[in-house]
C-alpha cells in the first residue's frame, strides 16, 4: 500500500485483525480474523489485493455448495425510516 492514507494523508498505521463483511446482492459473507492495515487517525482498512481475491474465491466456493461454511448468522435488517423512538 501507499505510504499515506488516501482519504486523511496519515502516515502512521497499524496491522490488525478484523471482522470483514463481503457482500454481492442480498448475499454476505463474514470472514473473521482478516489481516489488515488500520490508519490510526480515520479508521480506514488497507486490505492486500491477495487477502481479497481469497475472500472472494471462497465465498464463490460456498455459493456453489463446493466449500461448507464454518457456521451460519441469521442478520435482522431494518430501513431506518421503519425505526420506533
Ligand atoms: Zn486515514
Known amino acids: 500500500m501507499s ?3 488516501s482519504f486523511c494523508g496519515n502516515t502512521d498505521f497499524k496491522e ?3 471482522d470483514y463483511v ?3 446482492g442480498d448475499k454476505m459473507l463474514v470472514v473473521n480474523g482478516v489481516p ?3 490508519c490510526t487517525y480515520c479508521g ?3 486490505y492486500e489485493a491477495d487477502v481479497l481475491v481469497r475472500i472472494e474465491s471462497d465465498f ?3 455459493e456453489n455448495g463446493t ?3 464454518e457456521h451460519r448468522l441469521s442478520v435482522p435488517v431494518e430501513d431506518f425510516s421503519r425505526l420506533v423512538g
Open 3 to 5: 505510504e499515506d492514507c
Open 16 to 18: 490488525k485483525s478484523v
Open 22 to 24: 463481503y457482500r454481492r
Open 36 to 38: 489488515c492495515t488500520e
Open 44 to 46: 480506514e482498512r488497507y
Open 60 to 62: 464463490e466456493a460456498i
Open 67 to 69: 466449500r461448507e461454511v
